[in-house]
C-alpha cells in the first residue's frame, strides 16, 4: 500500500510539472527525491533489496508521464511491462535516508525499450538498474515500435543499447508464452 501511495503522489506532481514546464525530451534524465521509510527496511535495517525495484517504478512513472508518453500510451490504450530487469547494488540505502532516484532511457531494439535507474546519494551511485519493457496493447499484443513512435515520436539522439545489454537481455530470456517452459532443476 505504501508504494501505491508513492505512486499516486509522483504521478500528480508528474502531471503537474508536465502542464506547467510542457514535455521533457525522452533522452533526459529524470529525478525524483525519495526517502528511505520504515516500510522500506529489512532486519538489518537497510532498504530491502525486493523494494528497490518498486521504488524505481516511481522513476518510470515519473519520466513517461512527463515526456508525455503515458499520455499517448492510454489514449492508445497501450501500457508497458517489465520483461526483465537486473540491479546491483554498491552501498546500502538506510532508514530515513534521501536519496535521488535517476531515471533514463537508454535505447531500443526491435521488441523492447531499455531504462537505467540509479539510486544516487550526493552525487555517488549506490544501486543501479537496468530494465527491459515492452509495450502491449489492452486488446492483446505487441505495439511495433513503428505504431509506437509514430504516436509519441521518435526520440533523437539516442544512444545504442550497449552490447552487454543485449546480451543479457538474451541470456536472461525465457521462451515464450507459446512456447512450454517446464521447470526441470537438472
Known sequence: MNVLWRTLLVLLRAQRRLRREGPVDPNSVGRIRIRV???????????????YLS???????????????????????????????????????????????????LGHDDRAVYLE????????????AIIRARILRRTGGTVPHEELFAAVGRP???PDVEPWVHEWAAASALPSTKRPAPSDWR
Open 55 to 105: 521504488l524505481f517504478d516511481l522513476g518510470r512513472w515519473d519520466l513517461l508521464t512527463r515526456t508525455g508518453i503515458a499520455g499517448a500510451m492510454k489514449a492508445h490504450g497501450w501500457y508497458a511491462v517489465v520483461a526483465a530487469e537486473t540491479i546491483t547494488f554498491r552501498r546500502s540505502l538506510e532508514l530515513w535516508q534521501r536519496f535521488e532516484l535517476e531515471t533514463r532511457m
Open 156 to 158: 533523437e539522439g539516442v
Open 117 to 128: 535507474h540509479r539510486a544516487v546519494v550526493d552525487g555517488e551511485i549506490f544501486a543501479r
Open 37 to 51: 521509510l520504515p516500510t522500506d527496511i529489512d532486519l538489518l535495517r537497510h532498504l530491502n533489496n525486493g523494494r
